[in-house]
Nanobody, 114 residues
Framework: QVQFVESGGGLVQPGESLRLSCTGS????????MVWYRQAPGKEREKVAS????????YYVPTVRGRFTISRDNAKDTLYLQMNSLKPDDSAVYYC???????WGQGTQVTVSA
């Protein structure tokens, strides 16, 4: 069954920002490492960013490092991805999950276009 629900995507111009949110019905606060993934048309799903339970050890794929910020609020059972200085290459469906994914949610579409 679907465990995670992503939201916050949309259509923006290059250079603009979006903040994605992920809720998990109690799963996020119970999961040690949470991960944002994305999949663009014709490409494999890739790991974008991850964060440990305490929220102080983030990882970013080099292409987003310095522009994206991953964070989590375990009390609210929510994972976030702040995306700044968006580029057309960031366009993809974004998903949240653990680092050992089994089931996937619907994701949220991010489109960056002039």
């Amino acid at each position: 069954q679907v465990q995670f629900v992503e939201s916050g995507g949309g259509l923006v111009q290059p250079g603009e920002s979006l903040r994605l949110s992920c809720t998990g019905s109690g799963c996020i606060r119970s999961t040690y490492v949470m991960v944002w993934y994305r999949q663009a048309p014709g490409k494999e799903r890739e790991k974008v960013a991850s964060i440990n339970h305490a929220g102080d050890v983030p990882y970013y794929v080099p292409t987003v490092r310095g522009r994206f910020t991953i964070s989590r609020d375990n009390a609210k059972d929510t994972l976030y991805l702040q995306m700044n200085s968006l580029k057309p290459d960031d366009s993809a469906v974004y998903y949240c999950n653990s680092d050992s994914p089994v089931n996937w949610g619907q994701g949220t579409q991010v489109t960056v276009s002039a």
